[in-house]
């Protein structure tokens, strides 16, 4: 499978997960896209395939990255992988009566700039949506094999729950807990911060530049 992502592979890839739908997923993937750029890092994101509302249009998860990026929405996710269906890209296939996705073939569209150092990959939903007609988004980035797996969680209620059972659905040690829409002045999300680091011992993160520095290899302050 590892073939199908050789040509041009980044120097640096690293899979993005989230604990849900609508946690922040698209939007922390191009903070660190642009933070790398900031710091002279040739980076780049991919989101395999789409689906969105029509009223989403021009704001999709493939535009949003295009933007930090600089590259065209359509070198992010290929056309044809942009389903104009409020669902699960599989479900979404089904409605429009297109055919199946296989987690190969997705794998197979990922197309990187020459010279990438860190190439981002975004998945869909949570770890457990499916993303394919054949796995979900955990499946799909085993598959992908990359160096580096970022797992992207709100910071308020329920965040130690749904960070553990996605971590348990990853099965993959070292991945890095990023506490999206973190508030420094809220009991609870430093409780939840301290617990899933102390408790858990899961290395956590609630900055951008901590992301930036971990996925280069750096000692981030983890915090």
Known sequence: MSELVVENRPTILVGIVGVGTAIGKTWTTARVLRALRERGISAAARKP?????????????????????????LDVCPEHRWYPVPMA????????GLGRIEGTELLGEIHWPSATHVGLVETVGGVRSPMTHDTDSAGFVALL??????????????????VRLSIE????????????????ASDLH?????????????????????VCAWILGEEPPVR
């Open 190 to 210: 430093r409780r939840n911060r301290d617990w899933l680091t102390f408790s858990d011992g899961h290395l956590t993160a609630t900055d951008v530049d901590d």
């Open 49 to 73: 395939a789409q689906s969105y509302a029509e009223t989403e249009l021009g704001t999709t998860d493939a535009e949003v990255l295009s933007w930090a990026g600089g590259d065209l929405p």
């Open 145 to 162: 094999r990359p160096d580096r797996i970022l797992l992207v969680a709100d910071a308020g209620l329920g965040t130690i729950n749904s």
């Open 89 to 96: 890209p599989p479900m979404a296939a089904e409605v429009l």
């Open 169 to 184: 659905a990853l099965d993959v040690p070292g991945c890095l807990v990023f506490l999206n829409r973190f508030d420094g």
